[in-house]
């Protein structure tokens, strides 16, 4: 029997955290020990979640790096951006294995992090060292690792939409077009206008247009494979729903290409990796269809007229996103089996 292994999870409050506690609290190999959060800590974690009465009878800490060392093996860190920045340098100085939610520790260049976070990056030394955990491409690298750098939601619905083809030569580099649309809880749980009720209801709009900062994080990715600095255009929408990503991508073919190529090619790759499904000709996914899931669901239109391809790509936001896809980087981390503890199926209607 495979003794369980102690979790913490620093941003208990936000949405990733509480996905988190909701996929632990049925993993067979772990137990959460500590739920943190700076800014309520003493507070029983039930105050903000009611929910989980009698699910976890838990007061949040805080911040307290030998308090968590005493309590925890491995931390999850669903921070918000800059912050992770100084905290995951102590965790792993003070022993901690860390899957980190943020985006701090995804970009190898610091001064790309600084041109598109406008904060200051974390030592080059913690960069190099954070695996990034994409892990149906870079899971045998996540293997037995101690620090790794979970993608952001974006970046996976468009990455595992892409690769395969881009490794396989069908389609251009520079030719990609990527629009994405995001449901309202990509925003987080704090307050903010834009993601007013008032102001997103019956409402669908485009935002940071050439800004985003999951740009270069895409970017990276796609040239590490490509072998070749790879240019996207990248826009993301916000769409009046709670869970959700659809990346609709669109490539020029390097060669005369059909349906069937993209569907054996996709199938081919993704063999043996449980969370990726890639639908027939004529058929496309939709965001209901992975909701509440760690299911990537894949679909692909050719254009002869216009010899480019259309590849649809859909997440749940807060799971392949975010928590699910921490999960599966911890199984592999310990050498579990990626699928422990994400057997959760999607929710329909």
């Known amino acids: 029997m495979t003794e369980k292994i102690r979790a913490a999870i620093i941003g208990s409050t936000g949405y990733g955290g509480v996905e988190l506690i909701r996929l632990l609290l049925r993993h067979p190999h772990v137990e959460i020990t500590s739920v943190i959060s700076s800014s309520t800590a003493g ?34 860190t669903a921070t918000p951006h800059g912050v992770s920045t100084a905290i995951v340098p102590e965790l792993l100085e003070a022993g901690l294995k860390v899957v980190d939610l943020s985006g701090d520790f995804r970009l190898k260049s610091g001064d790309v992090y600084r041109e598109w976070y406008k904060k200051e990056p974390a030592p080059s030394a913690y960069l190099e060292q ?17 620090f ?11 990455l595992l939409g892409l690769i395969p083809a881009l490794a396989a030569g069908l389609i251009q580099p ?3 077009i990527i629009d994405a649309k995001s449901g309202v809880s990509g925003a987080g749980r704090g307050l903010s206008l834009s993601s007013h009720y008032a102001e997103v209801n019956e409402n669908f709009k485009a935002y940071k247009i050439n800004q985003h900062q999951h740009t270069p994080e895409i970017e990276q990715v796609l040239g590490e494979v490509a072998g070749q600095p790879v240019i996207v255009t990248f826009t993301t929408h916000l769409v009046p729903m709670t869970r959700g990503i659809l990346c609709t991508m669109y490539a020029q073919l390097t060669d005369k290409l059909t349906v069937e190529d993209f569907i054996s090619c996709y199938q081919s790759y993704y063999k043996g990796r449980p969370f990726v499904r890639i639908r027939r000709k004529g058929n496309w996914p939709a965001t209901k269809e992975v ?26 936001n807060l799971m392949k996103g975010a928590a699910g896809q921490a999960v599966q980087n911890l199984n592999l981390m ?12 999607p929710v329909y209607p």
């Open 174 to 176: 520079n030719s990609i």
């Open 130 to 146: 954070a695996v990034y955990g994409l892990a149906e491409v870079f899971g045998e690298e996540v293997a037995g690792k101690v």
């Open 43 to 76: 507070e029983p974690i039930t105050a903000g979640f009611p929910h989980l009465a009698e699910l976890l009878p838990m007061d949040l800490d805080g911040i307290d790096i030998p308090l968590i060392k005493s309590k925890a093996d491995v931390v999850f």
């Open 291 to 316: 909701t509440g899931s760690n299911y990537c669901d894949i679909g692909f239109a050719v254009d002869e007229r216009t010899g480019r391809v259309t590849i649809i790509s859909v997440i749940d």
């Open 334 to 345: 310990m050498g579990w089996d990626e699928a422990l503890g994400l057997d959760v199926y």
């Open 148 to 158: 790794v750098s979970n993608p952001g939601c974006f970046p996976t619905a468009t």
